[in-house]
């Protein structure tokens, strides 16, 4: 009896391998458990989680692969010159994409370049931002007569949904928000930063869009994001930009005629 045993245990353990190295067997053709790494290492680069349900998902799409493969082979399809231009396709697809993450490995974005990203960020985002309210209107008397009602007690906010040619701050009594002066056309930032704190333009200031008549709200420093938070952006960033440069070296060196 513990011979017999024995000899089970055996044969169970020599075939083990033999269909580890399966996930199943079609029309006497193996389908690899490889593929199933293969497939698992495509749906998690979508940035889809691979769980165990998935899993048996992937086994199950495999399975029906083969199979429709073998009948596509059966009727010669995969000797049209059709397939053999999608094949080379995506042969090419495959290489270039093994390629740029081999570059991306060896060629990792440090903390020394992304800090150093970060502080241009900074130095060109810095300084003081502005609450400010505006209306626009397309003659300069019209807003010469708005800017006399409001220095006789009229309402900025009531006037600037009335009568503002901006219907995106107008529906909001003029309101622009917290911006920087880099943010508006020159004439209305050169304006802007004279005013203080609850002060309003005496005379309405030109631009491209019409007649401005600028009050400002509040001042305050920039609020710009902590370098954690925009860490993984700028990161992303500096790599697609280390990849554009290797793609023209690459492009640069070539032959081509």
């Known amino acids: 009896m513990k011979k ?5 245990a055996v044969l169970a353990a020599m075939s ?11 029309n006497g053709k193996p389908v690899p458990s490889s593929r199933v790494e293969a497939l698992k290492q495509q749906v998690e680069r979508s940035g889809r989680p691979v ?17 429709f493969m073998q009948e596509a082979k059966k009727r010669g399809l995969d000797a049209t010159e059709d397939y053999k231009n999608q ?25 020394d370049e992304i800090k150093g990203e970060y502080d241009k960020f900074v130095a060109a985002n810095g300084g003081k931002e502005f609450r400010a309210r505006h209306i626009l209107l397309e003659k300069e008397a019209e807003a010469l007569d708005l800017i006399a009602q ?7 906010e009531d006037l600037a949904k009335k009568a503002s040619k901006d219907p995106g701050s107008g529906a909001n009594g003029g309101d622009l928000d917290w911006a920087a002066a880099g943010s508006y ?3 209305f930032s050169a304006a802007m930063i004279k005013l203080d704190k609850g002060q309003m333009t ?17 001042v305050r420093e920039a609020q710009l994001p902590k370098l954690e938070e925009v860490k993984p952006q700028i990161s992303q960033q500096l790599q697609q930009q280390k990849i554009a440069k290797y793609q023209e070296s690459l492009r640069s060196k070539a032959k081509i005629q």
């Open 185 to 187: 056309v020159p004439e």
């Open 16 to 26: 083990l391998p033999v269909w580890a190295q399966n996930i199943a067997i079609v």
């Open 87 to 111: 094949l080379e396709m995506a042969r090419q697809s495959i290489l270039i994409r093994e390629l740029f993450a081999d570059f991306q490995k060896k060629n990792p974005v440090t903390d």
């Open 4 to 8: 017999s045993l024995l000899s089970v």
């Open 51 to 67: 769980t165990p349900e998935m899993m048996g998902q992937i086994k199950e799409e495999l399975i029906a692969r083969e199979v």
């Open 202 to 218: 005496d005379t309405p200031v030109k631009t491209q869009f019409g007649f401005h008549i600028i009050r400002v709200d509040d």
């Open 150 to 156: 409001i220095k006789k007690g009229g309402n900025f």
